[in-house]
Each structure stands twice: as C-alpha cells, then as structure tokens.
C-alpha cells in the first residue's frame, strides 16, 4: 500500500510571501488531515476533511491559511502571507476511521525567513 | 474536550533498561488512545492503539501501553531499550463519536545511552 505522499520536502520563503504544499492521501481515505507541529510541540489540527467537505477548521488561521480538496482526494494547503511564525512542520494524515490510527506523510518543513 | 498530558518532555534510560513514557487522558467519553513514533525528519508512525478491546495493547518494536480507566492513564513500556528507540514519541486521544479528531500531547523525547 503506497504510503501519504506530501511535496515539497523542504521550502524556504521569505516574510509576505505564498506558499502551497500537497498532499495525496492513501488511497480509499475518506478523512484528511492537515496539522502543524512546531519546533519542540506536538502536532495541532488545523483542518480535517471528509471527503471534499470541511468538518474541522476551528484552529485554522483564516485570515493567512486556506485549504481545499477537490473531488475528494488530494488536498492543498496554502499560506498568504506567511509569518516568521508559520515557520513548522505541516504534515498531512489519512485515515479509514479513528480506531485504525491515522497514517501521516513524512511533512514539509517550512521555513519562514 | 479530549486531551493528553504527557510527563516529562525528555526521559534518558540506558540500553537494555526499561522504558517508560507517561500519559494522563482526559475525555468525557471512553476515548481511543494511541502512541505515535516520530524519528528525525519524519513524519509520525503509529505504534499501538487502544480502541476499547483488550485494556493491555501490544505494538511493533516492543512497546505495549496498557489502558486504566481508574488512573486515566496509557503509558507506554518497553522491557528492553535499544540504541533504535531514540525518536520522540507522542501520545493521543480520540473521541470515537462523530469526527473522530485527534488530539497529541506535547512529546516526550527518548534517549537511549549506550
């Protein structure tokens, strides 16, 4: 079973300016995840799909961050402007349901200068 | 709303000692819990999973982690530490009702001396 696949591995951007990641969930995954784990902290949610819908978006930054799914399968996430504190790992997550545990990418290591 | 507290952010044991990471939940309801690995630069890998069956779960490299509803605790053992178990691992609690959303503690990271 071919793992989450997320691109790119690494992105440095300056201050004010955009960024996207992607993500291609384990295929059948009705549920995806976007978190955030900063340096030294444990991974926070900042949205949850189902399907192409939005369940969980409540410790998004909407006013920076956006995200979508279209047709229910891969997912972007995009930050605009970006902060220094922005600066974090993004990881993305799959899941059938809750009792099977989530299965994560390996993340994008953002940095924001 | 679900929550984990994980004692001690950083524990040290000497390989071949005991392992032991600590986990308090909180949760209205009887949640799922789990234990996730993360190596360097990597993403999180599922080590076990308690989702009201067996309260003393079993998982890869080892690690077992047993559910105590009258301690509201799930910590994770390993009889053995070797060099290989240095990662961080993070616990974390589901409400199995509705979404389902996932929440971690903060990490405890370990260290294996030799």
């Known amino acids: 079973e071919a793992g989450v696949a997320q691109s790119p591995r690494y992105k440095i951007i300056e201050k004010r300016q955009s960024v996207a990641f992607w993500c291609n969930p384990i295929?059948?995954?009705?549920?995806l995840y976007w978190y955030q784990q900063i340096l030294g902290q444990g991974p926070k949610l900042l949205i949850q799909?189902?399907?192409?819908?939005?369940?969980?978006d409540s410790q998004l930054p909407k006013d920076r961050f956006s995200a979508e799914r279209l047709k229910g399968v891969d997912s972007t996430l995009k930050i605009q402007p970006a902060k220094l504190e922005d600066s974090a790992v993004y990881l993305c997550?799959?899941?059938?349901?809750?009792?099977?545990?989530?299965?994560f990418g390996s993340g994008t290591r953002l940095t924001v200068v | 709303a679900q929550s984990v507290t994980q004692l001690g952010s950083h524990v040290s044991v000497s390989e071949g000692a005991l392992v032991l990471l600590r986990c308090n939940y909180s949760?209205?309801?009887?949640?799922?819990l789990f234990w996730y690995v993360q190596y360097p630069n990597q993403g999180l890998q599922l080590l076990l999973k308690?989702?009201?069956?067996?309260?003393l779960v079993k998982g890869i490299n080892g690690f077992e982690a047993e559910f105590k509803k009258s301690e509201t605790s799930f910590h994770l053992t390993k009889p053995s530490a070797h060099m290989s178990d240095a990662a961080e691992y993070f616990c974390?609690?589901?409400?199995?009702?509705?979404?389902?959303?996932?929440?971690f503690g903060i990490g405890t990271k370990l260290q294996v001396i030799p």
């Open positions: 949760s209205s309801v009887p949640p799922y």
């Open positions: 997550a799959s899941t059938l349901s809750a009792n099977y545990g989530y299965t």
């Open positions: 308690y989702t009201s069956a067996a309260t």
């Open positions: 295929s059948g995954h009705a549920t």
């Open positions: 974390a609690v589901s409400d199995p009702g509705g979404y389902q959303k996932v929440t």
């Open positions: 799909f189902q399907n192409n819908g939005v369940v969980d």
